[in-house]
Structures are given as C-alpha cells and as structure tokens.
C-alpha cells in the first residue's frame, strides 16, 4: 500500500490543540504539474479545432479580409453594397448609446469582414469537398492524361497548398455514394460467373433478378435515407455488426499481428527494447493529440485520405457485453499496463509533467522483470478471458468487476494507453531452423500462449527475451494500414532516432528515485478462475489449430515487375489464383481488402480478385497454350483486376452495399434468399496487402537490412487460406499464410510453396518477350507519381 500513502497530498488528524494538518509538497507539486500539462493540452486542441476549422484558409486570413475591407471604406467606397449599414442600423441600443457613430461603422465593418471571411471559407470547402469528389483521374491510362484531369491537379495544388493538420482534410472529405441497385447486382452476377456452373449461374440470376423488381428499391430507399443522414452509409454498421457483435472468441478470428524486423534486432536487451518501443509509440500518440502527423495520402499523389480512425488508437478498449461489445475511448493515460510472468502492473510513463526518458522506462521494465513476487490466485490466467467466448467474459465482467479492487485494476488495464507483454521466450528468424522459427514467431503473436495477451485492448506491444518485438492489434477501431503506420514509426523511431549505447542499453540518464511500478491487486473468485479455465481451452483449442506459415519471396519484387509494365498487386492476385487452382483444383471465392478512405470514415471495401479474365488465364496457362495467347490473357486479367480495385476504392464495389441493404431488410423483419445466400458465401481465399506508407523513415538503400516482415491474420474460412503479403522496396515480398490444421484439404507450407511458384511462372512468361510485353497495352496504375 506504499503507492497508496504516495499518492495521498494532504492527511490531518485532531487533536486537544485543533487539527493538526500535513501537506505532502510533492504530491500537491505533481497534482499542479499534471493540471499545467493537462492545460496545455486543452489550449492546443483548441488551437488545432480554429485551425483545422478554417482550412484550406488560415486564421490570419481574416485580418487580411478585414484590412481590405477597411482599406476599401476608407477610399470612400462601400464594398457591403449598403450590408454594413443594415448591420450598424440593427446593433443593440446599448451600442449605441456607448459607441461614436465611428465606432459602430468599425465595429459593424468587422463584424461584416468576419461574415464575409467565413463565406469564403464555406466557399472554399466547397470547392475543395467537390475536387476531392472527382476520382476519374484513377481510371485514365498510363500516359493519357485528361485536359480536365491536368486542370483539376491545378486546382487541387492550389487549395492544398497549406501544410495541413491529421485532420484538417476530414470537414472536406466527400462522402460515400450509394451504388445503384441495378449497377451493383450487375457487378455481383460478373464476379460469380467463373465460380457457377450454367444452371447455378441461371438460378443465382433470376434470384438477383427477383430481388431488384420487388424488395431491393425498398430497401434502397432506406440506404439512400441513411446516407444523406450519416456521415458514412456502412461504417458503423460494418463496425457493430461485423466486428462488436461477433460472440466468439476475437483472438485468431478477429485480431491481426505486425512484426519486427527480419533481419535486425536493435539489442538483445529486454528491458531496452520495450524502454525505446514506448517511448515511440508515446511520441506518436503525441503527434496524433497535437495533429502534428502529415495526412496519410494515396501513394505518389496530393489526395488525402480519411484520418478518424486515428482517433481511437491509443487508450482504447472493446468491453465485452451479452449481445454486443462496446469499444470504450479515454482521453490520455499517463500511464501502460504491463504483464510479466502471471503479474500485471501499473506503469506510470509521466513524472511532473513530463515523459520518462526511455532510459527511465527501460529502468522501470527492468524492474517488472526483477521482481520475484508470484501471481495472486487466478491472476495468471485472467487474460484467457478476453481470448474465449465473449458472452462468458461479459457475464463475469458484470458480476466480479464492476466494484473493489477487481474493478481498480481492470480500469488500469482498460484505460492503460496500451498494453505490454514482457514475453519470456525467444522469438525471429534465428538459429538451424530459421523458417519454422518465422511461422513459430507468427503463432506467437496471433494468439501467444492465449493468456498472456489482453486481446480487448486497441493493440498490445510484445517484447520477447531475445529483443524482438511485435504487436497484437484489435480489429473492430481501425483497419492494418492505420496500424501499420504507426508500427512503422515505432520501428523507426526506436532503430534510428532514439538509438542504443554500444552495450544495448537505452540513451539517457536515469532518475532512481522513481516510484517503483504498481503492482494491480485482485480478489479473483474460484467461480471466475473456472470461467478462465474454460475460456482457455475454448482458445487453446482455437490456437493450436491454426497453421501459420511466413516466408520471404527473395526471387524478384516489385522493380521487374514494374518493369513489364504490370500492377505489382494485380501481379501477385493473379499468382494467388494461380497457386490456389493448383492447390484445391479449382477456383473460390477471393476476398481482397481494399481501402475506401477516399471517403470520410471510410474503412474497407472487397475486391472479388477471382475474375472471369483471371480464370481464363489460369486455364489456359495450366492447359499448356501458346505462350502469346497465355500472356494476351494475363494482360486482359490484369487490367480487370486494376479497374475492380479502382472501382472498389471509389465507391462502385460490390460487398458493403450488399452488406447494409441485408442490415436493412432484418430491421424491417423482411427476408431475401438472394440477400441470405450472398451473405453466407465462404471466403476461402482471404487476401490482404499491407501498405509501406512511411518508406522515407528506413532508407533500404542505406540500410537493406531493416526490412519488414509486414502482418498476418488468421484464417476466415476452417477450409481456406488467410493470405497477407508487404511489397517491401524493389527486391522482395514477404507472404504471410494461415490456414487449419482441422481441415486436410489445407496446408499453410504447400500452399507458400504453390504461391512461389506461381509467381516464378508467370514471371517466366512474362519475360520471354520483354519488348512484347512492354508494348502491349499497359496495367500499370495510372501515372499518378509524375502527375500528381
């Protein structure tokens, strides 16, 4: 209870004489610091708020404005065409009786100026909302820029001239369109042709059909009703109903991992790995509050992306309820939770004000790790509540922590700005088994030893023994692109800027008097230990079926690929597709993620990367065809591939309209077997690429040996594959794939090695002919880099 007698100012007692009062001046001294800092806080959002509010203009506009103005009257003229008047003749009688008939012209002028200063900036928000609204530039080809595209680049440069905010661009961002019924039933029929024979095919038509002419314009009308109303038509529903309302366990099935570097570990040392990992992500999140982080944008262009999911990313935690979780957000904790050996802790990272130094953090941790206390009863597997059912964890959630000490220390972990395992195993690629230290290192932080990762939290850093680090990250607040940026600068950050000493150790000096990390008490009932035990097996059983496999794809990336005039994407979609016929015999359903942050709050939408055109590639390909017509329908499947991605960012897909007109139809009790049969089609190839947005940070040519390992999730469907690759600089591809071991038509390995070859194959085509090949119409993505 050391802590406890810590943190109390001021005590007093009574006494014969009166009472007696004690004043703890340090204690009063870090309450002032901590309220100082909190001030500053506020007075820079409000500065960012006035900022942010008047983009693309500046406050300092308005002086401007205003001085024109005045300079205007005083040249005898009246820019108000008689509004300055009408202003001075309705000021308050109180005005008045007080001001000269000078001053209520100065004074209604001003108030004209600030009116006038506020239209144009209406006005300019506007234009920039309607620029950004254009997205025909995506679909032009490679070299064939429109004159009205070229115009449009102008006047985008010009409205984005001033540095912005994260978030200045939200306000201007365009929203979502609705698709069209007929466009999209349309699209839906195309996709699914190469997966039905004839009489599916029929069927799945007059179904479509049947749908459009009776239930889908009612159900549309509601969608379109929601869209001029919300902000976004899909992204709180995809987030209730696809994420928060799940009740199985969100360990594997819901939560994704990013790794360390592949070949580097920046020290050996623990304590020092997780004293510099906090401290960057602590740094980040304090670019994030002050908006100091440049808005992500589409790659080689000026056009912002949506940046709210930045908002939740830190001090965020997913509560379990009985029919759906709620995602609960915090304002700064100055502090982490971290676990170690059965134990959780408190670690206050904030002393007077100020953040720890990272040599002052890795003393801390070193101190977790010293620390020879066992577990408390029932505290070493509590964590195993958050990877089971999520019904179970609510239940004792509710009953055993809602008061006491339980409740204390559950809000420590849940209001923690994140969570820190200190792992006590060696993880990377390392050793005579370097490979299957890859897929044991991908196993580990997708579902660790299921108890000692806190599943809920936004993300959760893992530091093992060896050095290495990773992060486990909830899925339900962000999408991987918004993590990723952040892990990207947290490996930046800790490699090149904060740095090591020559013995591993963080920089910097070390206050010792530093109050030792709290130590969270429970009161863990034998009702809630039996609960833990049997979300454990629930994970346990969950974890030890999956089959992850990782692998670096050293052969070639994206600079020959690029070279042959070929999207590196499409490229490696048609090799999945490739690899998979090989695999199972056939094709599936194929799930790609693309993004739709073009919009404001825009998330994901589905590329359905199996096409007509790539099927017929792959047919003819495996059929043994001449080589020509085979890379003649590579091309054709290429460019198909490209324009469904395009499509899908811009608002044409498929998936999420389909997805909230089935929301509707259940809140209106209505059933549509065309609806419920789409919506219940397995997904057994899931595939995702994870972005390298900040690439300037690592500099590969100078240092080719911190490369990414990139992410991975686990599998969508018990019979398919989980399939995340990161095209990482020129040279390589780091694949990422997961399946089940339950399912013998499944193999994480064989498939790789499919996907390696598939590659190598059509890399083989493609360069028998390079002059033809580059000659022939173009896939590339559209000459945006140059243009833009």
């Not at 009062?21 to 500053?40: C, D, E, F, P, T």
């Not at 500046?58 to 009257?73: C, E, G, H, K």
């Not at 069209?180 to 996709?191: E, F, G, V, W």
């Not at 059929?623 to 198909?640: K, P, T």
């Amino acid at each position: 209870m050391a802590e406890a007698h810590q943190a109390v100012a001021f005590q007093f007692t009574i006494t014969p004489e009166g009472i007696d009062l004690q004043l703890s001046y340090q204690a009063l001294n870090q309450i002032y610091l901590s309220g100082v800092r909190s001030w500053k806080k506020r007075v820079s959002r409000m500065r960012n708020r006035v900022i942010k509010g008047v983009y693309p203009a500046s406050p300092s506009s308005w002086l401007f404005v205003v001085i024109a103005i005045l300079a205007t009257m005083y040249m005898r003229s009246d820019p108000s065409m008689g509004l300055i008047t009408k202003i001075q003749q309705h000021l308050p009688l109180s005005l008045h009786v007080s001001l000269s008939a000078q001053g209520q012209t100065m004074l209604s002028a001003l108030v004209f100026s600030t009116l006038l200063w506020l239209s144009l900036i209406l006005a300019l928000r506007f234009c920039l909302k309607l620029l950004l609204s254009y997205h025909q530039w995506m679909f032009e080809q490679h070299g064939r820029v429109s004159n009205v595209t070229k115009v449009w680049v102008t006047l985008l440069r010009l409205l984005s001239s001033r540095k912005p905010l994260l978030y200045s661009y939200q306000t201007s961002l365009p929203h979502l369109p609705v698709p069209s019924i007929k466009d999209t039933l349309s699209r839906y029929l195309k996709s699914v042709r190469p997966l039905l024979t004839d009489p599916e095919f029929q069927r799945m038509t007059e179904l479509a059909n049947h749908f459009e002419t009776n239930l889908g314009n009612r159900l549309q009308r509601y969608l379109k009703l929601k869209a001029l109303w919300a902000t976004n038509y899909v992204s709180d529903w995809w987030e209730e109903y696809i994420y928060l309302r799940s009740r199985g366990p969100i360990m594997v099935n819901s939560n994704y991992y990013g790794m360390d570097f592949l070949y580097v570990t920046p020290t050996p040392v623990q304590a020092a790995r997780a004293g510099n990992t906090i401290t960057a992500l602590l740094l980040y999140r304090r670019k994030v509050n002050r908006e100091e982080l440049k808005p992500s944008r589409v790659p080689g262009t000026v056009i912002p992306l949506c940046a709210a999911q930045c908002e939740r990313m830190f001090n965020t935690t997913r509560t379990p309820g009985q029919e759906t979780d709620v995602l609960q957000h915090w304002q700064d904790s100055e502090f982490v939770a971290v676990y170690h050996k059965g134990r959780f802790f408190r670690l206050w990272v904030y002393l007077a004000g100020r953040l720890l130094s990272p040599r002052e953090i890795e003393y801390q941790i070193q101190r977790i790790l010293d620390d020879p206390s066992p577990p408390q009863p029932g505290e070493d597997k509590l964590s195993a509540l958050t990877a089971g059912d999520r019904i179970p964890w609510a239940q004792m959630r509710k009953q055993y922590f809602s008061s006491g000490i339980n409740k204390r220390s559950l809000d420590a972990i849940e209001r923690a700005a994140f969570f820190v395992t200190l792992d006590d195993e060696e993880q990377g690629m390392r050793g005579e088994d370097p490979a299957g230290n890859l897929d044991r290192y991908a196993k580990s932080l997708l579902h660790g030893k299921c108890y000692d990762r806190w599943f809920d939290k936004s993300f959760s850093i893992v530091i093992y023994k060896n050095g290495k680090s990773g992060l486990n990250a909830e899925h339900s607040w962000a999408d991987a692109p918004t993590v990723a940026h952040l892990w990207e600068y947290t490996l930046a950050t800790d490699a090149f800027q904060l740095g090591y000493t020559e013995d591993g150790h963080c920089k910097g000096d070390v206050d010792r008097s530093l109050p030792l990390p709290q130590r969270l008490v429970w009161d863990i009932p034998s009702e809630v230990q039996a609960q833990a035990s049997s979300s454990l097996a629930v994970a346990q059983a969950l974890a030890d079926d999956v089959d992850c496999h990782v692998f670096p794809f050293r052969e070639f990336g994206k600079g020959r690929i690029k070279k042959l005039r070929v999207s590196p994407d499409a490229f490696i979609q048609i090799g999945l597709q490739l690899a998979y016929y090989r695999d199972r015999g056939g094709f599936c359903l194929t799930y790609e993620a693309s993004m739709t942050r073009l919009f404001r709050e825009g998330r994901t939408e589905t590329v359905r990367s199996c096409s007509s055109e790539s099927s017929a590639f792959v047919k003819a390909l495996e059929n043994g065809e001449v080589e020509e017509q085979c890379r003649r329908l590579f091309r054709l499947a290429s460019e198909r591939h490209q324009n469904l991605y395009r499509m899908a960012m811009t608002g044409a897909g498929i998936d999420r309209h389909l997805f909230c007109l089935y929301v509707v139809s259940k809140y209106l009790g209505v059933e549509s077997p065309f609806l419920k049969e789409v919506l219940s089609e397995p997904w057994r190839l899931s595939t995702s690429q994870t972005p390298v947005q900040q690439m300037e940070l690592f500099d590969l040519k100078n240092n080719p040996e911190f490369v990414s390992l990139g992410g991975g999730f686990g599998p969508v469907a018990d019979d398919g594959y989980g399939v995340s690759y990161i095209i990482v600089g020129e040279d390589m591809i780091n694949f990422h794939v997961s399946s089940k071991y339950s399912c013998s038509e499944t193999d994480s390995h064989r498939f790789g090695a499919q996907v390696s070859k598939a590659l190598q194959d059509i890399m083989t085509l493609l360069s028998v002919d390079t002059k033809t090949s580059t000659s022939s119409k173009g896939t590339a993505q559209p000459q945006t880099k140059k243009l833009l």
